[in-house]
């Protein structure tokens, strides 16, 4: 297949590849719009198996990315970049100036941040050869880890769904079992344990599970038996595809809300989610607290500002409220909520690129 049949390909304004020899920096940066604003999505550092990999992974994130930002309704466009190679052997300060080289040319369309495998400390590298980098630590500018940001805007998606299901002004007396208890999980689990919830967590990684699970008082399960316990709320927070053909038909309570970006497998398991009566609240739309975070840090860069906790607080209220609509006319409409979030985003960048051809 080539680039232009590639179905992620669809809708994208630039596709960029960067080879240096010297470091052998092989990046491919992604510009799916710049309707609404500079792109901006993370720069995500992985050993793919082949180039094509890359350039599908590189695609899909940056769409995704897109409509992430719109729905938070943020100046912002949508951009993803990967950088091919092992995180863990591969990574020198001089690679990192060498894609700060590309993200330069690029030409401020696109502003890279942290993802998988990337730190703010590759970032300050990257900062020495282009102005166009989000997420560095240190500076009046600088938002920090967008964590605690992001499992705030899904500790607030987990109350508003529990509003709408249960007529529930607490989280007294409700299960939640949470998949994943890492940075955002970690957080959310707090949240939620504040708040009267009984937890179900599970996690990979056993030192960070038990510290979490003594901390928040939950019960402790394997990953895979996750899917089984009676809760009333799912809430994904590791990995994505975890709303799948054998999950779904195991979950046992009556929503989905969590901050594992992708978490449905596909837009068809989406629709199952829907008829079989959970309410999912869609991910790119409840996990926006942490672009929100990143946004600030680029408007005061921008500016020449600080960053502004109360704007943060701002979009996230306005987010949250988007969420509530999604969740209400999806009833009111009868359409799954992950298409009625696609839809809203998708207006907001046509409207974008309607202004900007007639401007
Ligand atoms: P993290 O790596 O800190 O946490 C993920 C946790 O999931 C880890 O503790 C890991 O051990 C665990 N895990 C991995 N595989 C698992 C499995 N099969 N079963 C159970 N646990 C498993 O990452 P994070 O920053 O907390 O992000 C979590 C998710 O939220 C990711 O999908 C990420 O893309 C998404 N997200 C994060 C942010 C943010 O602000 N950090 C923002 C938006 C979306």
């Known amino acids: 297949m080539t680039l232009f049949d590639s179905p992620a390909f669809e809708g994208h304004e630039g596709v960029h590849a960067f080879h240096d020899e010297k470091t052998g920096l092989k990046a491919i940066i992604a510009v799916h719009s710049t309707a609404r604003g500079p792109a901006c999505g993370g720069t995500r550092m992985w050993n793919y198996a082949t180039a094509e990999a890359a350039l599908d992974d590189v695609l899909r994130l ?23 190679g092992d995180s863990r052997t591969q990574k020198s300060p001089a690679l990192f100036e060498a894609f700060g080289r590309a993200v330069e040319r690029v030409g401020g369309q696109y502003w890279a941040a942290e993802d998988v495998g990337v730190s703010p400390a590759d970032l300050a590298s990257t900062r020495k050869t282009t102005k166009y980098v989000v997420g560095l630590e240190g500076t009046p500018a600088s938002s920090g880890d967008p964590s605690p940001t992001t499992a705030e805007g899904v500790f607030r998606g987990v109350k508003l769904v529990a509003k ?69 709320i799912f809430a994904p927070c590791a990995l994505g595809a975890s709303v799948n053909a054998d999950t779904l038909p195991r979950l046992k309570g009556k929503a989905i809300v969590g901050a594992a970006n992708n978490q449905l497998a596909s837009h068809e398991i989406g629709r199952a989610v829907f008829d079989r009566g959970l309410v999912y609240a869609p991910d790119y739309v409840v996990n926006g607290g942490g672009i929100i975070n990143v946004a600030s840090e680029m408007r005061a860069l921008q500016t020449g500002g600080s960053y502004d906790p109360a704007w943060v607080e701002m979009k996230l209220g306005r987010l949250m409220l988007t969420l509530g609509e999604i969740l209400e006319r999806s009833v009111a409409e009868g359409r799954p909520t992950h298409e009625i979030a696609a839809a809203i985003a998708r207006a907001r960048i046509d409207a974008a690129e309607e202004a900007r051809a007639a401007a």
């Open 164 to 232: 709408r299901l249960w007529n529930a002004n607490d989280l007294n007396g409700l299960t939640v079992a949470v998949q994943g208890v890492g940075h955002v999980g970690g957080y959310l689990a707090d949240k939620l344990h504040a708040a009267g919830a009984k937890l179900i967590v599970t996690d990979v990684n056993e030192p960070v599970l038990r510290e979490v699970a003594e901390r928040t008082n939950a019960t402790v399960v394997a990953p895979d038996a996750i899917y089984d316990v009676e809760a009333d």
């Open 62 to 84: 940056s769409r995704a990315m897109s409509y992430k930002n719109a729905v938070a309704d943020l100046d912002l466009g949508g951009g993803k970049s990967v950088i091919i």
